[in-house]
């Protein structure tokens, strides 16, 4: 078998208070980072609610951000929004370092960024059928590397949840269509490297 690691930064998760309770919150939560973990539990959200995160990783190398942001349309719907950002910046970029005569100068050091971004639009009802909630994220993936390269993508994520009783039962399927990666490479830059 062969692991997927395409958009593998959607698997770190979202909001710090999910993030602490190991990501067991599928069933449990009512904030805006259900936008990630299952947007059908939106409608549990009962005002416009905004969240931001930011996490450093690699001893502060990669830096991870979200801010999400939900609102009750009426009491059976709800509609939220989430943007993750994971990046690594000022990465130097020393392919011109020596010039064509075999000098060094630091001057031609050039800086940039790598980044992931994914952009998540989700709807929620209330008692879709037999007492679920049933939700869903449309995402759009945004990936760069320097000007040197970039990559549309999309996919899309489809959740349930019911409470019987004291219980609380959610589930989410993930990229129910995949998620398609489209890159584009500046072919130009590498030749003059």
């Known amino acids: 078998a062969q692991t997927k690691y395409s958009n593998d930064f959607l698997n770190i998760g979202a909001g710090a208070r999910s993030l602490s309770l190991s990501k067991s919150v599928v069933a449990s939560l009512s904030d805006p980072s259900s936008v990630y973990w299952n947007p059908s539990l939106l409608v549990n959200i009962s005002n416009s609610e905004i969240e931001f995160m930011h996490a450093e990783y690699f001893a502060g190398i990669a830096n ?3 801010v999400s942001y939900v609102n009750p349309i009426n009491d059976k ?3 939220g929004g989430m943007i993750l950002r994971f990046g690594v910046d000022d990465i130097m970029n020393t392919s011109q370092l020596i010039d064509n005569e075999g000098n060094v100068d630091y001057n031609r050091i050039e800086l ?5 971004y994914a952009f998540l639009l989700s709807y929620a009802r209330n008692n879709l059928f037999a007492g679920f909630n049933a939700g869903g994220n449309m995402k759009i993936i945004y990936r760069h590397i320097g000007d040197f ?4 993508g999309f996919g899309f994520d489809l959740s349930l949840y ?3 009783g004291n ?4 589930a989410i399927a993930r990229d129910v269509t ?3 990666n489209s890159w584009m490479f500046d072919m130009a830059r590498f030749e003059d490297i």
């Open 162 to 164: 019911k409470k019987y």
């Open 77 to 79: 719907e709800a509609i």
């Open 167 to 170: 219980w609380s039962f959610g």
């Open 149 to 152: 390269a970039k990559s549309w």
């Open 64 to 66: 991870y951000d979200q």
């Open 112 to 116: 940039f960024s790598t980044a992931d």
């Open 178 to 180: 995949s998620t398609f």
